[in-house]
């Protein structure tokens, strides 16, 4: 039984931050690479962040560069997601997604699992 469970969202103020949390479960870990998507309504899901299965790689949305910062730690199944200066456009639902693949990739398509997603909501 595989399980990406996502934690942290929640409502916070322009300029503000919120740490995002998914804990695997049922996988590998170490064996996958990790992604954070995110989908505002009426918009498609878009790649937000990445991380290779070290943690040596990471990748990042142009908009959110110098803002988000993801990272993992292996020994306890976690990806992390780190958001500062949090702006309204952020808005959305956002979700886990492990990736097998060799290289780290953007694409929604070459991830197999999914979490359920946490809502952000950031208010100006």
């Known amino acids: 039984q595989v399980q990406l469970v996502e934690s942290g969202g929640g409502s916070v103020q322009a300029g503000g931050s919120l740490r995002l949390s998914c804990a695997a479960s049922g996988i590998p870990f170490s064996f996958y690479n990790m992604g954070w998507f995110r989908q505002a309504p009426g918009k498609e899901r878009e790649f937000v962040a990445g991380?290779?299965?070290?943690?040596?790689?990471?990748s990042y949305l142009d908009s959110v560069k110098g803002r988000f910062t993801i990272s993992r730690d292996n020994a306890k199944n976690t990806v992390y997601l780190q958001m500062n200066s949090l702006k309204p456009e952020d808005t959305a639902v956002y979700y886990c997604?492990?990736?097998?693949?060799?290289?780290?990739?953007?694409?929604?398509?070459?991830?197999?699992?999914w979490g359920k997603g946490t809502l952000v909501t950031v208010s100006s």
């Open positions: 997604a492990a990736d097998r693949s060799s290289l780290l990739r953007i694409e929604a398509g070459s991830y197999d699992y």
């Open positions: 991380i290779s299965r070290s943690g040596g790689r990471t």
